[in-house]
T-cell receptor
Framework: DSGVTQTPKHLITATGQRVTLRCSPR?????VYWYQQSLDQGLQFLIQ???????AKGNILERFSAQQFPDLHSELNLSSLELGDSALYFC?????????????FGSGTRLTVV | LAKTTQPISMDSYEGQEVNITCSHN???????ITWYQQFPSQGPRFIIQ???TKVTNEVASLFIPADRKSSTLSLPRVSLSDTAVYYC???????????FGQGTELSVKP
């Protein structure tokens, strides 16, 4: 157990639908990162939140959005789903500065769009 | 962000030492070098991080030459369970947003 909790582990939904993926970071970690991993694209950075505020954006589609709540958990919302959105979605959290253990990743949510 | 280049795949046998080299010619002064390991359908796992010279932990060693334009991850005496994808990342430890390249798929055979 990495300390980063992602739910649900698996999600199957139809095209056009909307889903919400949830991430709880390690205790004390303020930063949350979202990554998408598909077979043909590798690990793609989507977005970063730090203490409730958006800090950096990557290749995140306009159909996708995220937020980080006061208790520091984060949600990734995916809407108007397409078959190509099928992927593993990982959340990672990062500890305070002056440490060098890098990111801690959760076990991911496998999204299948049918 | 500095781009990294590493071999797409490597094969090894149990008990051997494996060295995976990563090139990062455009590394910036503030950038650290970090290596992650990923098993299928699992999130990447931090292995080791360094800035210069040599870093060693209970899992691996990281060798960084003086010019820092490359780095080598050394895995001593690999076992079948070391079969995974290994990613080399370069980034500012203060800046977040690590960008993953394609990684090196290491296959350890009996």
């Amino acid at each position: 157990d990495s300390g980063v909790t992602q739910t649900p582990k698996h999600l199957i939904t139809a095209t056009g639908q909307r889903v919400t993926l949830r991430c709880s970071p390690r205790s004390g970690d303020l930063s949350v990162y979202w990554y998408q991993q598909s077979l043909d694209q590798g690990l793609q950075f989507l977005i970063q939140y730090y203490n409730g505020e958006e800090r950096a954006k990557g290749n995140i589609l306009e159909r996708f959005s995220a937020q980080q709540f006061p208790d520091l958990h984060s949600e990734l919302n995916l809407s108007s789903l397409e078959l190509g959105d099928s992927a593993l979605y990982f959340c990672a959290s990062e500890g305070p500065r002056a440490t060098n253990y890098g990111y801690t990743f959760g076990s991911g949510t496998r999204l299948t769009v049918v | 962000l500095a781009k990294t280049t590493q071999p797409i795949s490597m094969d090894s046998y149990e008990g051997q030492e494996v060295n995976i080299t990563c090139s990062h010619n455009n590394i910036a002064t503030n950038d650290y070098i970090t290596w992650y390991q990923q098993f299928p359908s699992q999130g990447p796992r931090f292995i080791i991080q360094g800035y210069k010279t040599k870093v060693t932990n209970e899992v691996a060693s990281l060798f960084i030459p003086a010019d820092r334009k490359s780095s080598t991850l050394s895995l001593p005496r690999v076992s079948l369970s070391d079969t995974a994808v290994y990613y080399c990342l370069v980034g500012d430890i203060q800046g977040g947003k690590l960008i993953f390249g394609q990684g090196t798929e290491l296959s350890v055979k009996p």
